[in-house]
């Protein structure tokens, strides 16, 4: 069963109504009844206060390459501290990581770890940046907050879907030094259809998070005949080109059948590297393959030389002609923090 937290912490961003609250964290504004949770299970509506119910409960930690998040601009070839707890703000039918980020969150085994407690444990296994991953990381922001206010000096990264409010991103983009964002698609259809959240709400992040200067960097899961048509991934791209700028790391991932979508094939390997051609033809420099062993596919390439700069093989990383964030071999300034 899920940790009984020793603390009761109120959460940020909402207001109270006759009958209950309406929490403010995310887009979909929930109502949350005396006793009752809001959709993504983290917020709980006590007598005196809305709860951050989620708050220190840790379903999941361990130390991961860099990468896997992804992230192959930040810090290329370190290690970090990964940390995940319950409940998401979406509901994706596809979602590999529903077993703490759909299920009851009452019933999810976890362990509560205090905020002190975790930096502990990070800085004990030498590591300088801590990522909260493997569930959504926004509706644990009370707890995010909080650990970093005992360590300023960690690095902060979250690995999102995006779907949050403008006032409470702010706030953590003032304490954040990187950030991948899922687009999970470029048509609102799916987002209504398969998450249950908004895709305008999301490109709104994205542009807010890129414009405050936090290290940006974007997957796209390719599902077959769901997100993956031509049209939709040019019109993605340019919109990436257009409204962030085209050196943004653009990882496209390899979809697998899982949890309600587990009669959706593999993505197949052409339209993984037909993807990454369509993106570079928009003018993307940066476009990686993920979930899949494609030659070159995950490899830095200055694009004003045209060097291999880092050669990736899995999580086998080789910086071959990096000399700190500029291309060794011509010295072009390179989207990349080192």
Known sequence: MGATSPVKIEARYYERTDDGYICHLCPHNCRIAIGKYGLC??????????????????????????????????????????????????????????????????????????????????????MDSIAFTYNEPMIWLEYIEDVMRCDPDLRLVLVTNGFINEEPLKDLCKITNAMNIDIKAFRNEFY?????????????????????????????????????????????????????SSDV???????????????????????????????????????????????GGNDTICPQCDTEVIRRTGYMVDLENLDGNRCACCGAHLNIKN
Request: proline share 5%; aromatic share 10%; charged share 25%.
């Open 192 to 244: 209504r259809d398969i998450c249950h959240a908004n895709l305008d709400d999301v490109l709104r992040t994205t542009k807010l998070v890129y414009g405050s200067g936090v290290h940006l960097e974007i997957t796209y899961l390719l599902i077959p005949g769901y997100n993956d048509s031509m049209e939709e991934l040019t019109d993605f791209s340019e919109w990436v080109v257009n409204e962030l």
């Open 249 to 295: 790391p653009v990882h496209f991932t390899r979809f697998h059948p899982d949890n309600g979508m587990d009669d959706v094939p593999w993505t197949p390997v052409e339209t993984m590297i037909a993807a990454k051609e369509i993106a570079m033809n928009a003018g993307l420099e940066f476009v990686y393959l993920g979930n899949v062993m494609v030659e």
């Open 41 to 126: 299970g983290t917020r709980r509506g006590n007598e005196d206060f809305l709860e951050a119910y989620s708050y220190g409960r840790v379903s999941s930690l361990c130390v991961d390459p860099i990468e896997k998040k992804p992230l192959n601009h930040y810090y290329p070839k370190s290690k970090i501290f990964s940390v995940g707890g319950i409940g998401c703000s979406m509901t994706c039918k596809h979602c590999q990581n529903y077993s703490i980020s759909q299920r009851e969150t009452g019933k999810k085994r976890t362990t509560y770890v205090s905020p002190q407690a975790l930096v502990d444990m990070c800085r004990s296994e030498g």
